[in-house]
T-cell receptor, first 113, second 112 residues
Framework: EDQVTQSPEALRLQEGESSSLNCSYTVSGLRGLFWYRQDPGKGPEFLFTLYSAGEEKEKERLKATLTKKESFLHITAPKPEDSATYLC??????????????FGKGTKLSVKP | DAGITQSPRHKVTETGTPVTLRCHQTENHRYMYWYRQDPGHGLRLIHYSYGVKDTDKGEVSDGYSVSRSKTEDFLLTLESATSSQTSVYFCAIPDRYTGELFFGEGSRLTVL
């Protein structure tokens, strides 16, 4: 069964304290791995897509990496405005449309000033 | 913004009543999706559409039906709402060029 597991469930950081979020996946043929950010009361906001092991993408203080079994979202010198829930999702290779994603439960990040 | 509007944004209803949620897009995209989000679960796909009158089931389709009579609107119907359908419902469409999903603001449904 295709599965996505995110850890930790919650993470509290001080402003400037770098850390990483983990997304491990079990899927029959990975077509893509996606990271989203979700603020309270809002829809998920797209951050990154990764397609193959070794791929990396960056955006401001965020950097996403991918291996054959997991992805990391590295947050460098976070600021309070980075506080949000970060969601990981995979698109499996068994067919179906491009929007059939399997999501993890998310990591809730809190950054204190 | 991806041009997605969901309505209503909030609704409280009673068990056994029918409920319809609407997703409206301005992107003229073939594909549209309905997901639900619950505490302790990730987002889960309910139904999706790949064109007018073309729909298919997702992971958690029981108790839901959908309709798409025109490109811009995708309706999600709960024929007889139950408390287990209390959730936040998100509509999504793919980016035309990259395929990445963009989500609406959500519809919070409470079934008493």
């Amino acid at each position: 069964e295709d599965q996505v597991t995110q850890s930790p469930e919650a993470l509290r950081l001080q402003e400037g304290e770098s850390s990483s979020l983990n997304c491990s996946y079990t899927v029959s043929g990975l077509r893509g791995l996606f990271w989203y950010r979700q603020d309270p009361g809002k829809g998920p906001e797209f951050l990154f897509t990764l397609y193959s092991a070794g791929e990396e993408k960056e955006k401001e203080r965020l950097k996403a990496t991918l291996t054959k079994k997991e992805s990391f979202l590295h947050i460098t010198a976070p600021k309070p405005e980075d506080s949000a829930t970060y969601l990981c999702a995979v698109q499996a290779g068994y067919g179906g449309s491009q929007g059939n994603l399997i999501f993890g439960k998310g990591t809730k990040l809190s950054v204190k000033p | 913004d991806a041009g997605i509007t969901q309505s209503p944004r909030h609704k409280v209803t009673e068990t056994g009543t029918p409920v319809t949620l609407r997703c409206h897009q301005t992107e003229n995209h073939r594909y549209m999706y309905w997901y639900r989000q619950d505490p302790g679960h990730g987002l889960r796909l309910i139904h999706y559409s790949y064109g007018v009158k073309d729909t298919d089931k997702g992971e958690v389709s029981d108790g839901y039906s959908v309709s798409r009579s025109k490109t811009e609107d995708f309706l999600l119907t709960l024929e007889s709402a139950t408390s287990s359908q209390t959730s936040v419902y998100f509509c999504a469409i793919p980016d035309r060029y990259t395929g990445e999903l963009f989500f609406g603001e959500g519809s919070r449904l409470t079934v008493l």
